[in-house]
């Protein structure tokens, strides 16, 4: 069908295309034919943006002692297009590598899948950080080699020899990171793991930029507009971590040749006072260009000394998980502090039986605590789950559980300042429908004892010790206590207050200072200060894994610590002693002549992993 | 299909816009040769470089041409639909699917190259709105007809909008091009341009006050176009003199009375008497509207309205533009001089084309381009290269094939037998022009910087693909335009 009545639309919309064309051949005209201002600066010359790099804040421990700086290192440069004429023998021989090392970096430079800014007018890294004496011995023959330049950068170095994996590691941004982040250009450094990684926005501080005019030769010519656009680098802000370094190396010690961890919170701020993930390796296999080749070894390491157990690792919690069943029970009213469980070695019914050791029997919640009777927290859930006045359905029951669990910072991150944290288990019931089908009280009674489907990371451990010590809430537990001209996240500064009431957080303290004083942790007791405690041994597949918690001052509380020792076997025997020599080195600031040797003696014990793949 | 029909198809071919075709893509993998060049990698046709790759992107283009000369129009009547409704789906996939490159979810990994369905969807929508206004009883002044042809176009600019890929989305309103040839009222052409010339004027001059009182220039200049365009929106459609004459005196008349009395007594914001004088001047064509029962007065005055908020509200937008948009935005109306920011790449371009001259440095030997000062120079800002290297004349050469394959393409929608026909030219010819006017444009600092390629210059499989497949459905169309329709 013609549409005739608009036809004249077409010479219309021929005229807009006329027009636009015709006025970009006037723009084209104003351009390039009457204005010289282009025509003459443009003709040979262009900018070039110098990148200034900043130097990365530095990181101190919450006493002021350092443990992270920075050091010069140079990387060495080259213009592809100005190499001409060089001695490759003498270069080489000079920069002290070989010759086919030379020739593999080179095809690298060139190859544009792996290094797409590639340009030969540009600068290209040809070697990064060299030292400072390799550089002089560099510099003194750097004008026979043209087309090579220097670029001063800075590296890592510690101060310390513990601690790695807090601190974390600064290493060359990966293509993926460029991708996401326009800030970041190939070679620029960013932080990999621990704080480096975590508060990398405040540690890199802001590359500054030099605009230089230069011309088709490469040569400066002199800055843009007299530096008006020039910008300075941004310093990155200085850290001061929460740790405390002589207890971080204590716990480092304490551990060695073992697997596990230790977590130590100051309960009243959150802040961790030290995180002791075994085994551990020495920050200094990080620094510098060896950081490649170390990371290679430790991945491949069966026993993963770069995992962060303290945070990534999920335990059966063990018998330190009854406190938190205590509190849960009271504020549900399902035991009062007076109710009794009878105990015969063990809990006992329906031909179920969760096993115990001798203690009195029947005995209420104070002494159960402090015995760790596995039969009244049994019993206690037992009756909780099967409660119908107060709960429609077994589904009901374990729903009010698990909230319970979760405001104790159970089942999800805690959200601490570092990467790569888990959330551990609480099951719900969702979970028990899709996993069991059908299910009752006893087929599920072991999470009352903190086995079964429970799991925690010692952090949550710790945490939970805490949020005891502080009678009934948390604070984010967090590593880094201070940034400079500015403060730390206000999630990691706000109360969590627990479904439970303080008055029962009294009981179940009553319960752990008890289980010091004549009971589990009796080893812990100190004459100085009043320690509260409760030890947990958890079964697995293996030998079982011994487990403690505790705080001191019990009234002051200054100190919460867990420890966790794989494979370790009951709670009494390495986490006891070794959360006491912990609590009494941040407590006195030192240990006594006792307690180091003490502390010796568990230096070298160490315990037999065998070779298999963990 | 006859032997006798298969002849005549053949002799039917417009093998002018063949020629036009072949010379674009020819000087366009010129100008990509320039733009990649690469010293230490001389060979042209190496597959590792992007000229060479463009040699094969060339080269299947050809063969998807021939293909497409091959395939009737019966078919695309008969299946618009269906590849409409895949392309959506597509496009829809694509936002899940899509892997996150650098904010966009607009490219497909498939196997070895990258594709980008938005390209190819173009022509699914020309397709589509071809088959719509084709229906027997289609009258675009129908509110129902022309509300499913715009539904038909919006669809895919939300998805592609979705995919984070706003530059390619915009350029589904070149269809609206097409509606106005189509009959489409000119004054929503009219109120679109008004809405930009608002929304550019406002923004670029909002900070900016004139001198001695404290009246923003840009909201005096968007108040005052206002009421120019209102009256004489009035006077053109409505032929009410009298009408006219009342609003010019009331709103040009208290603008002065204003001006003067800001000037020589009590300096003040003459733009509040101004929104007055426009709100009185909206009353009085309600008015209008009620008293006469015409209808043309009512959308007047929801012309009126739009433009007088618009002022107020691009503002508001504005604040809502995701960053990197509103930099360039403002980089574009000179607001913001930062050479090394949003404005780098149009500074670096106008450098790049200013020092081509008359002729020129010649094939190769642009250094502003080679020392890759302009980034994406050979995507989007290939036409840097075509100034650079082939000064005045190969630019001004370049457009002015253009203005000659649109032409070309005007004269072969217009000889179409049906509207189907008609339709796909002009929305073939609409994205070509719309095209060349926001990439030419923003090379030379004239138009946003909304990242869409230059049709067969700029680098790149996808878009030759897509702007091949859009043109030769419809040489295919127009080559049965002498058989009897069966």
Known sequence: MQNHLYEYRKYIIGGIALLVVLSYIVRLAFLQLSNDEYKSSADNNAFLNNIIFPSRGAIYDRNGELLVYNQPAYDIMVIMREVNNLDTLEFCKTLNITKSAFEERMMLIKDRNKNPGYSTYTQQLFLPQISAEEFSVFQEKMFRFHGFYVRERTIRRYATDYCAHVLGDVAEVSPADVERDDYYDPGDYIGKQGVERSYEPELRGVKGVEVLLRDARGRIQGHYKNGALDRKPVPGKNLTLSIDAKVQALGERLMQGKMGAIVAIEPKTGEILCMVSAPSYDPHRMEGKQRGAQMMEMQRNPMKPMLNRAISGTYPPGSTFKTSQGLTFLQEGIITSSTAYPCYHGFVTKGMRVGCHGHGSPLPLVPAIATSCNGYFCWGLYHMLNNRQKYQTIQDAITTWKDYMVSMGFGYKLGVDLPGESRGMIPNADYYDRRLGRWNALGVISIAIGQGEVTLTPLQIANLCATIANRGYYITPHVVKGIQDGHIADSLRVKHHTKVDKTYYNMVVEGMRKAVLSGTCHSANNAQYAVCGKTGTAQNRGKDHSAFMGFAPMEDPKIAVAVYVENGGFGATYGVPIGALIMEQYINGELSPASEAKAASFQSRHIDYGTRER | ?486
Request: net charge neutral.
């Open chain 2, 1 to 486: 299909m006859t032997e006798q029909g298969s002849k005549g198809i053949f002799l039917s071919i417009d093998w002018v816009t063949i020629m036009l075709y072949v010379i674009l893509i020819m000087w366009g993998w010129f100008s990509v040769c320039g733009a990649c060049y690469d010293f230490n990698n001389p060979d042209l046709f190496a597959w590792e470089t992007n000229s060479g790759k463009q040699i094969v992107w060339g080269g299947t283009s050809l063969v998807l041409a021939t293909v497409l000369m091959l395939i009737e129009k019966r078919f695309y009547d008969t299946a618009a639909y269906v590849i409409y409704g895949s392309m959506i789906l597509l496009l829809a996939i694509t936002i899940v699917i899509a892997p996150d490159t650098k904010g966009s979810r607009s490219w497909l990994p498939m196997g070895p190259v990258k594709i980008q369905p938005a390209e190819f969807a173009k022509f699914a929508v020309a397709l589509a709105l071809g088959k719509l206004m084709d229906k027997y009883g289609f009258n675009i002044k129908n509110l129902k007809d022309i509300g499913t042809a715009i539904g038909l176009i919006i669809l895919p600019m939300l998805l592609i909008i979705g995919q984070k890929e706003t530059g390619s989305a915009l350029v589904y309103l070149a269809f609206f091009l097409m509606l106005y040839r189509e009959g489409m009222t000119g004054s929503l052409l009219f109120t679109g341009f008004a809405c930009v010339v608002y929304f550019v004027v406002g923004m670029k001059f909002s900070d900016d006050y004139i001198t001695n009182m404290p009246v923003s220039i840009g909201e005096f200049t968007v108040l005052l176009l206002a009421m120019i365009f209102t009256i004489g929106l009035v006077w053109v459609y409505c032929h009410n003199t009298y009408a006219v004459k009342i609003m010019a005196y009331t709103c040009f008349g208290s603008t002065i009375l204003a001006m003067l009395f800001s000037i020589y007594v009590i300096p003040f914001d003459v733009c509040y008497v101004m929104l007055g004088a426009c709100i009185l001047m909206i009353l009085y064509i309600i008015g209008l509207a009620v008293y006469t029962r015409i209808y043309k007065y009512a959308l007047i005055a929801a012309f009126a309205i739009v433009s007088c908020s618009l002022f107020y509200l691009s503002s508001t937008i504005f604040d809502h533009l995701a960053d990197h948009q509103r930099t360039r935005i403002e980089v574009l109306l000179g607001k913001k001089d930062d050479p090394r920011g949003a404005g780098y790449n149009v500074n670096q371009a106008k450098i790049a084309i200013g020092s081509g001259g008359l002729t020129g440095k010649g094939f190769l030997n642009g250094t502003q381009t080679k020392l890759r000062y302009v980034p994406e120079q050979h995507t989007d800002f290939i036409f840097c290269t075509v100034g650079e290297e082939e000064g005045f004349i190969g630019a001004a050469g370049v457009l002015i094939v253009y203005l000659l394959f649109i032409w070309r393409l005007i004269i072969v929608s217009e000889r179409q037998t049906d509207t189907m026909g008609r339709v796909y030219g002009y929305c073939v010819l609409s994205i070509f022009l719309f095209h060349l006017f926001i990439n030419v444009g923003m090379v030379l600092g004239l138009t946003p910087v909304i990242g869409i390629p230059l049709p067969f210059f700029s680098y790149g499989g996808s878009s030759l693909w897509g702007f091949t497949l859009l043109l030769f459905i419809l040489l295919r169309m127009d080559a049965e335009r002498n058989l009897k329709r069966k």
